[in-house]
């Protein structure tokens, strides 16, 4: 059972360099979130998809932009990397309703140089 | 707007210690509320769940009971294992679908 997949697991950019951030998961899930986690800041949403087509802010948008490709898919992207956005990034999905747990990827470690 | 609020860490516990981990909350309306496990190098899992007053979420040997006259929903343990050693957060999700956590707590074991 692979759950939520993220790749890359690592990736070093440079200042000003793009990158996409994949995520799939296989659970059927409509809703799927992207969210970056700092030392002492916790997790924070930057983006979610409530259900395929749909996409919206989280808490920390600004420089990141998503694509709910599929049902199975939602994307992050940096479009033009910056040493702010260094962090550990999570997508998670979870099943329709309020009251329904989230199911995590195991990250991906991202540095700006 | 809705927060989670838990104890600031680190915690150090020696093995077999009884565990307290402290989180409240502030919800309009009936939110879930959650506990989940982040072990090194890995995403979060969830620990347990309840969704509405007086339930107890339990697995593993931790325990949290939903408490709405004190907005709490604190983690328990009775004893403790060095595989305990983990960060742990709590959660309440809203009526928008999103989850709120607070901002972990980093629990050391101790053989």
């Known amino acids: 059972n692979a759950g939520v997949t993220q790749t890359p697991k690592f990736q070093v950019l440079k200042t000003g360099q793009s990158m996409t951030l994949q995520c799939a998961q296989d659970m059927n899930h409509n809703s799927m979130y992207w969210y970056r986690q700092d030392p002492g800041m916790g997790l924070r949403l930057i983006y979610y998809s409530a259900s395929e087509g749909t996409t919206d802010k989280g808490e920390v948008p600004n420089g990141y932009n998503v694509s709910r490709l599929n049902k199975r898919e939602f994307s992050l992207r940096l479009e033009s990397a910056a040493p702010s956005q260094t962090s550990v990034y999570f997508c998670?999905?979870?099943?329709?309703?309020?009251?329904?747990?989230?199911?995590f990827g195991d990250g991906t470690r991202l540095s700006i140089l | 707007g809705n927060s989670v609020t838990q104890m600031e860490g680190p915690v150090t516990l020696s093995e077999e210690a009884f565990l307290t981990i402290n989180c409240t909350y502030t919800a309009t309306g009936y939110p879930s509320l959650f506990w989940y496990v982040q072990y090194p190098g890995e995403g979060l899992q969830l620990l347990l769940k309840?969704?509405?007053?007086?339930d107890k979420g339990s697995n593993k040997g931790f325990e949290a009971t939903y408490r709405k006259e004190t907005t709490s929903f604190h983690l328990e343990k009775g004893s403790v294992q060095v595989s305990d050693s983990a960060v742990y957060f709590c959660a309440l999700t809203d009526r928008d679908d999103k989850i709120i956590f607070g901002k972990g707590t980093r629990l050391h074991i101790l053989p």
């Open positions: 998670a999905s979870s099943s329709q309703g309020f009251n329904q747990p989230q199911h």
């Open positions: 309840a969704t509405k007053a007086d």
